[in-house]
T-cell receptor, first 114, second 115 residues
Framework: GENVEQHPSTLSVQEGDSAVIKCTYS??????FPWYKQELGKRPQLIID?????GEKKDQRIAVTLNKTAKHFSLHITETQPEDSAVYFC?????????????FGRGTSLIVHP | DAGVIQSPRHEVTEMGQEVTLRCKPI?????LFWYRQTMMRGLELLIY????????DSGMPEDRFSAKMPNASFSTLKIQPSEPRDSAVYFC?????????????FGQGTRLTVV
């Protein structure tokens, strides 16, 4: 089955700096890579996603890149703000039980200091 | 639609007691997932259903855990008997019909504490 590794587990930055979170996956058949943001005490919510036929996607201050050959993808947040502080999860959708099912990384706790 | 609804939001129980967590997926979503979240292991998939049928329960940690989906609008996750190491936040999530590889919509979660 799919295995997703996520690094770092904790990331501390100053407001205005950039933050990068990296993930690797094992199943070359995985074709969908979403990123979720979980604020303290809240549910995970999708912030951006990318499919395997695209190498990069951007939405305002956040961007995701995908390298299928190396089987890794990254989340980039520019001009970080205190409200970006949260836990971020990457996921890779590989086949499990006959359907494409997301497997999540362990999460990155991002702390943005004002 | 109100989104994925879970109940209860918080559950505190004594070791050995039976615990039942409930989930109502978004109408029309035919994939339903149960996840367990802990600091050590992150978000672990316990089981998922497609059209009310359990497809993969390989993530269920022990026979003490069981899950059912009697109809398209309701699922339960039961732990019997509960143990302190079961303490975690349990999330239910659903995805749209026929599209397992798309955004998962999560419920608010149930924070379970077993003392």
């Amino acid at each position: 089955g799919e295995n997703v590794e996520q690094h770092p587990s904790t990331l501390s930055v100053q407001e205005g700096d950039s933050a990068v979170i990296k993930c690797t996956y094992s199943d070359s058949a995985s074709n969908y890579f979403p990123w979720y943001k979980q604020e303290l005490g809240k549910r995970p919510q999708l912030i951006i996603d990318i499919r395997s036929n695209v190498g990069e996607k951007k939405d305002q201050r956040i961007a995701v890149t995908l390298n299928k050959t190396a089987k890794h993808f990254s989340l980039h947040i520019t001009e970080t703000q205190p409200e970006d502080s949260a836990v971020y999860f990457c996921a890779a959708s590989g086949v499990r039980g006959g359907s494409y099912i997301p497997t999540f990384g362990r999460g990155t706790s991002l702390i943005v200091h004002p | 639609d109100a989104g994925v609804i879970q109940s209860p939001r918080h559950e505190v129980t004594e070791m050995g007691q039976e615990v039942t967590l409930r989930c109502k997926p978004i109408s029309g979503h035919d994939y339903l997932f149960w996840y367990r979240q802990t600091m050590m292991r992150g978000l672990e998939l316990l089981i998922y259903f497609n059209n009310n049928v359990p497809i993969d329960d390989s993530g269920m940690p022990e026979d003490r855990f069981s899950a059912k989906m009697p109809n398209a609008s309701f699922s339960t996750l039961k732990i019997q008997p509960s143990e302190p190491r079961d303490s975690a936040v349990y999330f239910c999530a659903s995805t749209p019909q026929g599209k397992g590889n798309t955004e998962a919509f999560f419920g608010q979660g149930t924070r379970l504490t077993v003392v």
